[in-house]
């Protein structure tokens, strides 16, 4: 099993720029996020998804969007991009049949100027 | 308001030291997991529990549910195992969302 992949690994895109980070696992987990982690801060939760077709808004939604039309795929929207959208960004997947132990996947590095 | 504490927040380390974090959490919780996260590096998860200890080589992992504590010990520390340790909280009716401490800078010398 490959786990969970994310791409791409860095890109930087200029203010007002859109961008699709992508996230795919071959576990078969229902339960899907995306976290942003700022230095010094601890990991916030941006957008979960419970399975195919459902998702819901975490801590810090503003500015993405998410959308969930497969188990195995969770794409990460960025929309009119802003530098305060610098972060590094990993998706992460779990079931609940494994205790919600969480996989990540190897981050993002997005910088906007 | 549900929150996670981690002490402390760096820690530098001779080759050899026994390796104490410290994790509090602030209501009742389903789990509790420990990450590791290498600089420039993605995250692993190193153990989850609900209660007791749990033990993988040299790491150990304790919770006090009563006291609303963990702590994740590392014995015979090396230099390899300098990283980022977080803790994270799955608070009873999340709906499976994780709840994050700021996490441990480890710095083990030669």
């Known amino acids: 099993n490959a786990g969970v992949t994310q791409t791409p690994k860095f890109r930087i895109l200029k203010i007002g720029q859109s961008m699709t980070l992508q996230c795919t696992q071959d576990?078969?987990?229902?339960?899907m996020y995306w976290y942003r982690q700022d230095p010094g801060m601890g990991l916030k939760l941006i957008y979960y998804?419970?399975?195919?077709?459902?998702?819901d808004k975490g801590e810090v939604p503003n500015g993405y969007n998410v959308s969930r039309s497969t188990t195995e795929d969770f794409p990460l929207r960025l929309e009119l991009a802003a530098p305060s959208q610098t972060s590094v960004y990993f998706c992460?997947?779990?079931?609940?049949?494994?205790?919600?132990?969480?996989?990540f996947g190897p981050g993002t590095r997005l910088t906007v100027t | 308001k549900n929150e996670v504490e981690q002490s402390p927040q760096n820690l530098t380390a001779q080759e050899g030291e026994f390796i104490t974090i410290n994790c509090s959490y602030s209501?009742?919780?389903?789990?509790l997991h420990w990450l590791q996260q290498h600089p420039g590096g993605g995250i692993v998860s190193l153990f989850m529990?609900?209660?007791g200890k749990k033990k993988h080589g040299r790491l150990i992992a304790t919770i006090n549910i009563q006291e609303k504590h963990s702590s994740l010990h590392i014995t015979a520390s090396h230099p390899r195992d300098s990283a980022v340790y977080i803790c994270?909280?799955?608070?009873?009716?999340?709906?499976?969302?994780?709840?994050f401490g700021k996490g441990t800078l480890l710095t083990v010398n030669p």
């Open positions: 992460a997947s779990s079931n609940p049949g494994q205790g919600y132990e969480q996989y």
């Open positions: 994270a909280v799955l608070f009873g009716g999340s709906n499976y969302k994780l709840t």
């Open positions: 529990l609900s209660s």
């Open positions: 576990m078969n987990h229902n339960y």
């Open positions: 998804s419970v399975g195919a077709g459902i998702t």
């Open positions: 209501v009742g919780i389903s789990a």
